[in-house]
Structures are given as structure tokens and as C-alpha cells.
């Protein structure tokens, strides 16, 4: 049974951490205020609500392409933001859209994006897995290539000297690609202060971990690099963890993994029913029974931390914060044509382009 | 109960009409007559007019008159009966009744060649269990089972090379990758392993694999998810790249693919798997190849050449068709193999009608088009031009991921009527 401090009871994880290649894992005591409670739960119930309407919005056919969605997931990116500071860095692949809340975007300009209107995040031209923010790198779209990419964010950070660390996510089918490992090599020979994150939701796409991984041990993978394995679905465990891991960053000691032990509601992404390679009733159980929103809620509540009315109340709030962002997201015109071949390149002078024959000359500027 | 149409019963059964049956039988004796020596008496019968007065009423109808109508229907002359294999080809009635999607044809295609040759197998993301990520390899991991389908983990430069290994070593591997995009993290293998080793080695090591999977643009994937690369993989000598467009083009060039000992790239389009076109009798069987390296003039035309491949080739008809009520014939090449190019079917179209555009969906620099056109400048077709060759291509960005964008970021067919207009001078 878990518990949570109010001032000075102690917290207990549900599950183990699992270590390698460390003494100590992270503490077994936490502080948790009412406030932070609430932020959380605030956090996490919008990040539902915006890929549920996200749902809605694609079947509707008003979203597009890809759509990679969150839910089941969102203790992961509550956690680790409660667990670094914004001047860190943060870099994940293509199941953005939650990141990119926590990071800063607000949920009119993330749905916006997604229905491809000038209001979104990018304007329109990056869609669901090109979404930008200050220190938040995307929304990635190859499989694995953000990897390097945090590395690099993280060498940055100690060429800088500026303390900071850079978060570099993953997923359990990305594991397999070999340039994590080339990262691996070089973040542990440089010591870069990088945290990488493996999301272990159990299946890449359709492929179950299993059927994919020799080792479905993520968090041993770094071999050299230090790692921790810990339940994703717990906001607080995932909080905690990421900030012992982000001690162990800038004290200089070198990079460290972490594996969150997650799942995910929905399919691979919209195209993908999600049932022909697990049950329903695994996502029910899930569902029923690790449901990180409904975890921290009754914790809270059985806590004295907060009532039923005020959750409620939060919930209402949310519901129609998601519905004015829809709405905006759904009349919000289209980018300008005239706007079609800007931002090609950065701080450059104003450029022709050739449009899709040669007497079509388009006008393109930073 | 359940409706089933006539023509999917003949379908599965491969029937033809009755009528289009009775044509080619009437035909094929009359072709056999023709051949006979002079003097046979099926011959004198044909020409034969009896003697005597005619009964009151219509002429009755003989044999030659039903004949007459059904040679111009088919399209052959008298002459042409004289060589028996060419005749029987062009009576042939096919029954153009059974619609097969591209996504179906190349998934026969590799279902019949799995069949044929136990060497040949096939790896890649999600071909088995998931039935394939766009469904084109659905019910063959059910049928070959895990030794001939395989599902690799999400690891491009490793399984390409992977299968590399196992083609170097005498198997005939269909190597997948999800999309064309991915390709470029096993890029390496492509080129440096596949596409090179039988010249290296002086012609001891073949290669006899194949890479395919969808190519190009298709609906709101964005920049990283949307790029054509005909251009790059084009650019290498060891490679073949083909490019089909329609579902007789997917089964014929993957199937002359994974029978070639060399190196092929099938470039795929992702918009493409749901068409469905009709596909001949001759196109359905096992046996059924395009050669490699061989462009198809799928509309003749007279005023204007279009050359293109993939789905730019559907966008070329539809433009043509647009043209034709205006009175220009455009003249429609699909290129189907992008390397090697078929530079004599274009210079002969460029010969008759002395104008030439290029439409692909890739980007302009270095594309294509771009090789089309130096070529026809080499050559003799050069000579026969009467206004520069036009590159109709993709617009010089990234893909933008809004629909308004998108739709504006590759050729439409206004696009293709425009470049006829401008270089027609109307």
C-alpha cells in the first residue's frame, strides 16, 4: 500500500526499483503538497482530454496523417517534468502531443496543429510529430533518430557549462536501433549529461517486447550505463526517479537510463485498431487497475488532500478548456498559400522557389 | 442471400462472355483456314457465291460478313493471320471483368513467387503477424509460416543487411521497408552491400535481392514521412528501380524483380494500394512479367508527350482526357522502371510529336526529370523538339503537413494542362 506525505508521512513506490550498475536507487520518502497533488491531476486529466478529443477529431476525419496517441501514458511526462527544471532540455519521438503540453504549448495551439490551421504550434506545416517549443526538440518522426539528437542536446549542455540536462525518450521498439547504442558509447565515454528514458509501453507497434528484443531487460542495455527501472504508471515514482537521475547528471558522473514501465490505451496510432496483437481485457485491466489518474485521485482523496467536488470541479473546468481549444482548432483558417515556402532555411534573405512547374516562382523567407 | 455479381463469378472462375468466346473461336478457325495451302476447300467455301437468283428479303448474313465486323472489332487485318502466335495474341478475348487493387496484385505477386521458389522469403516490420503494415503482405505469414516471413525488430540497417547477407549467400530475399523514408537508415546496405558487390567481386557475387516498399507523398504524413527517392536510388549503377503505377505494372515488375539475380528497388505508392484496375487474363497469370527496363505508351497522342511514373501516370490520363475534349492529343508514357531508362520509347514519342513534359512527384533539382531531359538533349530526339522540354515536378520544399499546403506542394493535373498549354503556345 502506498502512501504520500502531507508535510512528513512517508511515500512508498508500488513497485521495486530495479537497478544496475547502482548502490542506491531513489528515495523511498517524498514530500507531496496539496498543491503539487493538484497540478499534477490538473496536468494529466487535460492531457487526457486533449488526445480523447484528438480521438474524436481524427475519426472525424477533421485531423490527418499520423496521429500517434498519449493516453495510458501521461504519469511519464507529469513525472519527469515535475523532475526537471524548464531550462533542461527534453527530446522524444513521434507520441509527442503530452510532451509538448508539459513543455509549455497550450492545448489550442497543440490541437490546432493537429488539424493543420496557421494557430498551431508550427503553423500547420509540422502536423502531430513536429511540434516545437523552447527546449522541447520535438516530435520526431524516424524511429530512434531523436536519440542522437539528445545526446547532442546533452553535449551542448557541458560544452555550456550551464548545469543543465538534457531528457532523450524512447521507446521499447526504438530500443533495437543501433544508433541508441552508438549514443550509449559516446554519452558514457564524454560523460554527457544525458538521461535517457526508455517508455516501455510492451509493444512496438504491433510487435510485442517479446517478439522484438533479445534482452527485454531496457534498463540493463546501456551495459556500461548506469540504470533504474521504475513504474511509469505512478506520477510520484516517475518524479522521483527523475530527479535522482537528473542528480546523478549534473553532479558530472555521466549519463543514466531509466526505464518507465508504462502502457497505452490506445493503438499504435490511428490506423491501428490495437487489439489483433492484445486483448481487450489487457487494456481493461490496465485500465481498472493502474490508471494513473485515477491512482493519483484516490490517493488524494483518501488522504484528505482533496474532495470528490474539487476533482470534479477541476474536471468540468478541464472539460471545457478542451472544448474551447476544439472549437478554436476547427475555425482557425488554414495557412496562406503565399506562406507555402517559408522557413526553409534560418535567417536567410528572402529566396525564389520553383513551384511545381518552371514559370511557377515562389517567394520564400525566413 | 448474398449478391454476387455475374461478372465476379466469371471472375473466379475465369470465364469470358459468351459472345467475346464465340468471337475469338470464329477468329481462331479463321485464322487456321487462312494458313492452310490454296486449294484447301475451307478457303474456296469462304469466297464461294452460289449461283442462281436470290430469295426475296435481306441478303442473309455469311460467315465473312460476321467475320469483317469481328476483325474490326478486334483490330487485326487479314494479313496478320499469316503468323499464327501474333494472330492468337491479338484474338485473345481477355475478360476484363475482374478489378484487382494494387495492394492485391502485389500481394499475389508475392504470394505466387513464394510459392514458386523456396529461396525467396520475405522480412521487414510487421510482414507477418500484422499482416503488414499497409495489409500488402496479409494471410502470407498464415500461409508460409515463420521461416519464410519474417518480423525483424525496428532495426532498418540491420535487417537490410541482414538480407543482404542471405541473398550474397544464394537465398532470393523481399527485403520490406515500411516506408521508402526508412530506407535511408539502411542506405548503406542498399548501395555499398547490394548495389556495388557484382562489380567488386568482377561477377563472382550476385545479389538477387529485393527492396520494396511505398515511395513518395502520401496523405498528411509531413515532411520526414513524404519524400520520393526515384532520383537517389536511380542515381546508382548495380541498381534497378522500378516504379509501378497500376496493379498490372505492381504484379508484372515486382514479379520480373524477384527473378532477377540483381539488385532490384520496387518503389511503391502508398495512395496506389486501394486502386483497383482491371487486370487481363494474361496479367493473372502465374507467369505474368514486365520486363525490366521497358516504358509502356499507355494513351497515344500526337501533339504532346507526357512522361511519368507511379501515380503522377493516373494524373497524366486525367489531364489527357481533360486536353482531348479541347482537341489535343497528349501522348502518355509511363515510364514503369526508373533505371534503366527507356530512352527510346520517349525519343520515338518525342520524334512524332515534337514536344515533351516530364511530371513526377519528386523534387525538381537532380530528379527525374532532370535525367529525362539531358538525355533527349544527347540524343537524336533533340533534333525533333520544337519547344524546351518541361519538367512539371514537386514543389522545392519539405512537405508541409496542412491539406491546404500539401495539396499545393506536388503537381495537379491543372498543373500538367497548364505546362501542355504553355509549351502548345495556346
Known sequence: MSKYTIGHYSYQPQTKCELHRLDQGPPTQALLTREQGLKYYRTMQTMRRMELKADQLYKQKIIRGFCHLYDGQEACAVGIEAGINPSDHLITAYRAHGYTYTRGVSVKEILAELTGRRGGVAKGKGGSMHMYAKHFYGGNGIVGAQVPLGAGLALACQYKGNNEVCVTLYGDGAANQGQIFESFNMAALWKLPCIFICENNKYGMGTSVERASASTDYFKRGDFIPGLKVDGMDVLTVREATKFAADYCRSGKGPILMELETYRYHGHSMSDPGVSYRTREEIQEVRSKSDPISMLKDRMISNNMASLEEIKEIDVEIRKEIEEAAQFATSDPEPPLEELCNHIFYNEPPMEVRGTNPWSKLKSIS | ?426
Request: with cysteine; aromatic share 8%; proline share 4%.
Open chain 2, 1 to 426: 442471400m448474398d449478391k454476387i455479381r455475374n461478372e465476379q463469378i466469371r471472375g473466379t472462375v475465369k470465364v469470358e462472355q459468351f459472345g467475346d468466346k464465340a468471337r475469338e473461336a470464329r477468329l481462331r478457325w479463321f485464322g487456321r483456314v487462312l494458313r492452310r495451302n490454296r486449294g484447301y476447300i475451307g478457303q474456296r467455301m469462304l469466297e464461294m457465291e452460289l449461283p442462281g437468283r436470290r430469295r426475296r428479303g435481306r441478303p442473309q448474313r455469311r460467315f465473312m460478313d460476321v467475320v469483317k465486323v469481328d476483325m474490326e472489332m478486334v483490330g487485326v487485318k487479314v494479313e496478320e493471320a499469316v503468323d499464327r502466335a501474333r494472330w492468337r495474341q491479338m484474338i485473345h478475348c481477355d475478360f476484363q471483368l475482374l478489378q484487382v487493387t494494387v495492394r492485391d496484385a502485389l500481394n499475389q505477386a508475392m504470394d505466387e513467387e513464394l510459392e514458386r521458389d523456396e529461396r525467396v522469403f520475405l522480412l521487414g516490420e510487421e510482414v507477418a503477424q500484422y499482416d503488414g503494415a499497409y495489409k500488402v503482405s496479409r494471410g502470407l505469414w498464415k500461409k508460409y509460416g515463420d521461416k519464410r516471413i519474417i518480423d525483424t525488430p525496428i532495426s532498418e540497417m540491420g535487417f537490410a543487411g541482414i538480407a543482404v547477407g542471405a541473398a550474397m549467400a544464394g537465398l532470393r530475399p523481399i527485403c520490406e521497408f515500411m516506408t521508402f523514408n526508412f530506407s535511408m537508415q539502411a542506405i548503406d546496405q542498399v548501395i555499398n552491400s547490394a548495389a556495388k558487390t557484382c562489380y567488386m567481386s568482377a561477377g563472382l557475387q550476385a545479389v538477387p535481392i529485393v527492396f520494396r516498399g511505398p515511395n513518395g507523398a502520401s496523405a498528411g504524413v509531413a515532411a520526414q514521412h513524404s519524400q520520393c527517392f526515384a532520383a537517389w536510388y536511380g542515381h546508382c549503377p548495380g541498381l534497378k528501380v522500378v516504379s509501378p503505377w497500376n496493379s498490372e505494372d505492381a504484379r508484372g515488375l515486382l514479379k520480373s524483380a524477384i527473378r532477377d539475380d540483381n539488385p532490384v528497388v520496387v518503389l511503391e505508392n502508398e495512395l496506389m494500394y486501394g486502386v483497383a484496375f482491371e487486370v487481363s487474363e494474361q496479367g493473372l497469370s502465374k507467369d505474368f512479367t514486365i520486363p525490366i527496363g521497358k516504358a509502356k505508351v499507355e494513351r497515344p497522342g500526337n501533339h504532346v508527350t507526357l512522361v511519368s511514373h507511379s501515380r503522377m501516370v493516373g494524373h497524366c490520363l486525367d489531364a489527357a482526357a481533360v486536353l482531348a475534349k479541347e482537341g489535343i492529343e497528349c501522348e502518355v508514357i509511363n515510364l514503369r522502371t526508373i533505371r534503366p531508362l527507356d530512352v527510346e520509347t520517349i525519343e520515338a514519342s518525342v520524334v512524332k510529336t515534337n514536344h515533351l513534359i516530364t511530371v513526377e512527384g519528386g523534387w525538381p533539382q537532380f530528379g527525374v526529370g532532370a535525367e529525362i531531359c539531358a538525355r533527349i538533349m544527347e540524343g537524336p530526339a533533340f533534333n525533333y523538339l520544337d519547344a524546351p522540354v518541361i519538367r512539371v515536378t514537386g514543389v522545392d520544399i519539405p512537405m508541409p503537413y496542412a491539406k491546404i499546403l500539401e495539396d499545393n506542394s506536388t503537381p495537379q493535373i491543372k498543373d500538367i494542362i497548364f505546362s501542355v498549354k504553355k509549351t502548345l503556345n495556346m
